[in-house]
């Protein structure tokens, strides 16, 4: 079984940084894509930034400049500078998976972890 695991979120000032990270780990073959997206109450889940087996990334128009996303081997993370009140949302952890077991990839996701930036 693959669990994705995140940490880093909590509560930090407006024009604050938080560090996002999250690892994978399980009976991983090989890992894709692996990306960040948010949700806050009452809204769809949006892709915050994504980055590929290759290293590309893209980010939401709403935090480029801001945001980074970096990746090492199963962990991928979040940079979060300059953060703003509308940046508050729980932040999940996605990733494009193959196991060992199947040799099929499949999609999976965290928890989700807490960000709350006050103004």
């Known amino acids: 079984q693959v669990q994705l695991v995140e940490s880093g979120g909590g509560l930090v000032q407006a024009g604050g940084s938080l560090r996002l990270s999250c690892v994978a780990s399980?009976?991983?073959?090989?890992?894709?894509?692996m990306a960040w997206y948010r949700q806050t109450p009452g809204k769809q889940r949006e892709l915050v930034a994504v980055?590929?087996?290759?290293?590309s990334a893209n980010y939401a128009d709403s935090v480029k400049g801001r945001f980074t996303i970096s990746r090492e081997d199963t962990k991928v993370y979040l940079q979060m500078n300059s953060l703003k009140p509308e940046d508050t949302a729980v932040y999940y952890c996605?990733?494009?998976?193959?196991?060992?077991?199947?040799?099929?990839?499949?999609?999976?996701w965290g928890r989700g972890t807490q960000v709350t930036v006050s103004s």
């Open positions: 996605n990733a494009e998976i193959i196991t060992r077991a199947t040799l099929v990839p499949a999609n999976y």
């Open positions: 980055i590929r087996s290759g290293g």
């Open positions: 399980g009976f991983i073959f090989s890992i894709n894509a």
